[in-house]
């Protein structure tokens, strides 16, 4: 359902970011992403929602090629997609309501529909009592779980993210795994770029290690591989 072949990327400053990456994730996989910092793990994850196109090569999620994408279809593949990053990207001037409502909105789903949603959503990521704060009210733990919840609340088949608890000390990172873990048990597909050895060792999945643009190691249940 995520397919990349021979993708390839160079910035226009000449770094060559991807360079012949062959992939293939199937619908309901975990998958974590890891490898040194400049490996081009990140250049990987934003190939997927499109924040980056490939210079040549062709990835296809759920039967539409990303590479060949008009802009004007980017926002609609955008919504069957959740994206959650490290530095959560709220809009601060927004309840965390507000915040996980927006996406429904601007799909025009039903007011009544969309309450009943957000907050089925807030309930996962257990945040329902603080449904009217802004997110500079909360602690980075609330604010990266308003942030998945907004990912969601459209039941994405994919959820991609960037080393989401690369902000968080390790207790609050290991209830925001635990919310990966429910999400995937429901069947969402989730990539995740990481440097967390001990969530890698410790919860299981798919390893994906990237060097040098190229995937250098590909394992069912794989380890970390790096000293940190
Ligand atoms: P990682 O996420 O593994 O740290 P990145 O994908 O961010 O790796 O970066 C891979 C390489 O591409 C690095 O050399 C980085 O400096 C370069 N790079 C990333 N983004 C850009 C950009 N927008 N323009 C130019 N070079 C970039
Ligand atoms: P629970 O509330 O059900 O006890 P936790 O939030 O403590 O669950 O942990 C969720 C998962 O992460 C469990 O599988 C647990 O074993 C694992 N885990 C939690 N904290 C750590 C830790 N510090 N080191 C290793 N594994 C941990």
Redesign the pocket.
Known sequence: MIEMEDVYKK???G?V?ANGIDVRIKQGEFVYVV??????????IKMMYREEKPTRGTIMINGVNLAKLKENKVPHLRRNLGVVFQDFKLLPTLTVYENVAFALEVIEEQPKQIKKRVMETLDLVNLKHKVRMLPSELSGGEQQRVSIARSIVNSPKVMIADEPTGNLDPETSWEIMKIFEEINTRGTTIVM?THNKEIVNTIRHRVIA?EN?QIIRDEQRGDYGYES
Not at 35 to 44: E, I, R, V, W
């Open positions: 910035y226009p400053n770094v970011a490898g040194p910092s400049g490996a081009g793990k990140s250049t990987f770029a990237i643009g």
